[in-house]
């Protein structure tokens, strides 16, 4: 699951453009959410034959709509001729499928093959939550080199699930105050500042009702799995195609459990546990260990290349460097405004993705040569970018939004407290953030439902899984529970890899198995496992850092 930061002030690591809202209104807006459920309840479930009876009339009514393809608005910043752009309405409330409603915004990539080549549509969601399929499709359509064959057989779709980007955008606070740096350190210091951690996350929950409160209630995996139906209705498509990516394969799972006999193809990629224990608080708990391994990988790898970067020739130097910038830019905030929250917000990205490793430490190496530069732009807020700080805040309002919305959370603090205490002595690089980016949904106002089972049926086809085996964002286990859930799934695994993310990289093992599969609808009878791509390496022509230049302040 990718870490789209939800507490007040904090960035988010996907970048997501943002747009004109598409919403159509109600009598009910800015209104009074359900009240939400406490610990000694049982979560509620929804009322799942009414339910059940509005998707079909919600698809039923889209289906005969379609949807009116046009030239997509210029302010996506989609910047290629060939997307066409759209939307589909949704109710709010699928138990009242004749009240509230909303657009979901889709843009769409048409097929690259002949009439004969073409099998349909194959719809993305790239993340999150909280990420813009819109501007995820961009990924895909971008790397011609890893999707082409893809791109010939099928129209490549991508929408913005309820609640992000262009479709009835949710909000918690003023865009620009939560791009302020320096944010408080995420590490508390003693009880004080605990109490100011617990009233700032009582706070941002209470801002995101105010905000978006008509919305917050609905604001589930399994509506968006709903939305998902009813945008393959008004595709006109009788089967869903469809690939999902880290919460993205939690978003098909879910779909797959409701709507088993209405896919198609189905590919996930990085996948999330959908054990109901590990939705959320659970999965918050498993990363917090891996992203400490992965950025142990990091911190050798740049002790590996210290002739590049000269942060330390071993790891523990590395380490102890790390710990000290820290110390350093808490007492004397980077530029003004980068602190330590903003520097762990920045430098999670190496435990996500290799290809951020070289990068990382150049913009730290040049940082410590007294050319601060390069890491101001990275970890530092942007003030002028207004339209992209409304972009990081809605991002991290939906991410928040769905998370508490999704599944029951615990209320009491000493729990958080000593959950986050324990794991942050043996993994403190992101034990902290990651609990203070979560806390919001121990006070959250809106109900909190119980997690949808996920499960296998009969009329559900062979689903393929692709795992990095190391990866930390979603863990090992989460792709092995969800293989043994869906029966007649394969599963994927590449061996000794640790980035998140695994079929939009160069690897002709995985490559050439997701092609057969989403193409003719080949598996092999048992699991496969594949090498993993070359590690990465310093950029060339990296300027070496000059030894000994001391910090800038």
Not at 390 to 414: F, G, H, L, M, R
Request: aromatic share 8%; charged share 20%; glycine share 10%.
């Amino acid at each position: 699951m990718r870490r789209l930061v939800g507490v007040a002030g904090a960035t988010v690591t996907t970048a997501i453009a943002i747009g004109a809202v598409l919403v159509v209104g109600s009598a009910g807006d800015g209104g009074e959410s359900a009240p939400r459920a406490h610990a000694d309840e049982t979560p509620p479930a929804g009322d799942t034959e009414a339910e059940a009876r509005g998707v079909q009339k919600a698809a039923a009514r889209a289906a005969k709509a379609g949807i009116d393809w046009q030239v997509c608005p210029p302010d996506w910043d989609l910047k290629n001729p060939d997307y066409r752009c759209g939307s589909v309405t949704v109710p709010v409330d699928y138990a009242k499928p004749d009240g509230a409603t909303i657009k979901l915004s889709l843009d769409r990539f048409p097929s690259m093959g002949t009439p004969q080549e073409r099998q349909g549509a194959l719809v993305l969601n790239p993340g999150g939550p909280g990420a813009s399929g819109v501007t995820g499709l961009l990924n895909l359509t971008g790397n011609r080199d890893v999707w082409r064959n893809v791109a010939q057989a099928y129209d490549l779709v991508g929408f913005d699930p309820r609640g992000v980007g262009h479709s009835a955008p949710v909000s918690c606070v003023d865009p620009q105050e939560f791009a302020k740096g320096p944010k408080p350190d995420p590490v508390p210091d003693g009880a004080a500042d605990k109490q100011r951690l617990r009233d700032d996350a009582r706070a941002y929950a209470q801002g995101c009702q105010e905000h978006s409160g008509a919305l917050l209630p609905h604001m589930t995996t399994a509506n968006t799995a709903r939305d998902l139906e009813v945008i393959r209705a008004a595709l006109g498509e009788p089967k869903l195609n469809y690939l999902g990516i880290s919460y993205g394969t939690y978003l098909g799972a879910v779909y797959g459990t409701l709507f088993p006999d209405h896919v198609r193809r189905m590919v996930v990629d990085s996948v999330v546990d959908p054990s109901p224990a590990k939705v959320w608080y659970g999965m918050h708990q498993a990363q917090i260990p891996g992203f400490e391994r992965r950025f142990a990988d990091w911190t050798t790898w740049v002790a590996q290349h210290d002739a590049d970067y000269h942060l330390g020739d071993t790891q523990a130097k590395v380490r102890d460097r790390w710990q000290k910038l820290l110390a350093d830019a808490e007492q004397h905030p980077i530029g003004g405004t980068v602190g330590p929250s903003e520097l762990i917000d920045s430098f999670q990205k190496v435990v996500y993705f290799d290809e951020t490793w070289a990068p990382k430490a150049e913009a730290w190496g040049a940082y410590e040569a007294g050319r601060p530069e390069k890491l101001v732009e990275d970890a530092g807020p942007h003030l002028a970018e207004t339209k992209g700080n409304i972009t990081k805040e809605n991002a991290a309002a939906a991410y928040t939004a769905v998370n508490c919305a999704d599944s029951q959370w615990p209320t009491d603090w000493n729990r958080w407290d000593q959950d986050a205490g324990r794991m942050n002595a043996k993994a403190p690089f992101m034990a902290w953030f990651s609990t203070r980016q979560n806390l919001p949904c121990a006070t959250w106002p809106g109900t909190q439902h119980a997690p949808i089972e996920v499960k296998g049926d009969v009329k559900l086809p062979p689903v393929l899984l692709v795992q990095n085996d190391g990866d930390a964002a979603t863990p090992y286990t989460g792709a092995a529970e969800l293989h043994r859930r869906l029966q007649g799934s394969s599963l994927l695994t590449v061996k000794d890899a640790g980035a998140h993310s695994v079929t939009d990289a160069r690897n002709p093992c995985v490559n050439d198995r997701v092609d057969a599969y989403l193409l003719h609808g080949t598996l092999e009878a048992q699991d496969m496992t594949c090498d993993r791509a070359p590690a990465p390496v310093p950029a060339p022509g990296t300027p070496a850092p000059v030894p000994g230049a001391g910090e800038a302040r």
